[in-house]
């Protein structure tokens, strides 16, 4: 509103294509009025939409992206996808056994390894993977944290170990 207002105050009139709205101080009005509404349509679809994806979490639906090392089925619950857990147990073995996350990541590209989209694999998705608590089994959206909702891909001792190597090789 406060653009719109600026943009009368130096000459600019806006214009909208589909509401025929006045010139004068009845037109300011409705403007208002039209603005007013839209705002409060877009504030409630907002909750709406929150509102919705709390109700997957709590149920340990899926909210949107996917990690790799999952799918879901009809209903939206995680489960193992059997192409690419064994990749992911596989990663975390690696770098517990040494290997870089670019030797991780050079690997995967020598064997033609891609995420399910078709792109390679690199350090910052392997980074990611190594520290994705999901793989845990631990489902989190927002505030919601719930312990064993889904499919554990990665046992609680190589998880474990895995953050203490990355803590240790920051310092």
Known sequence: AFYKRALRKNGVRVVSATEAISVGPDGILLESLLEGVAEYYSAELAEKTIRGMTDNALACKSNGSIPLGYITDQDKHFQIDPL???IIVEIFQKYIDGYTMKEIVDDLQ????????????????????LRNRRYLGEYRFRD???????????PEE??????EKIEKNKK
């Not at 919601?144 to 990665?154: A, D, E, F, L």
């Not at 190589?158 to 953050?163: E, I, K, M, T």
């Open 84 to 86: 690419y857990a064994p």
């Open 110 to 129: 020598a064997r033609g390894i891609r995420n399910r989209k078709g792109a390679v694999i690199s350090e910052n998705v392997v980074s990611n993977i």
């Open 144 to 154: 919601t944290v719930i312990p064993n909702g889904i499919p554990t891909i990665v």
């Open 158 to 163: 190589l998880f474990d170990r895995v953050q």
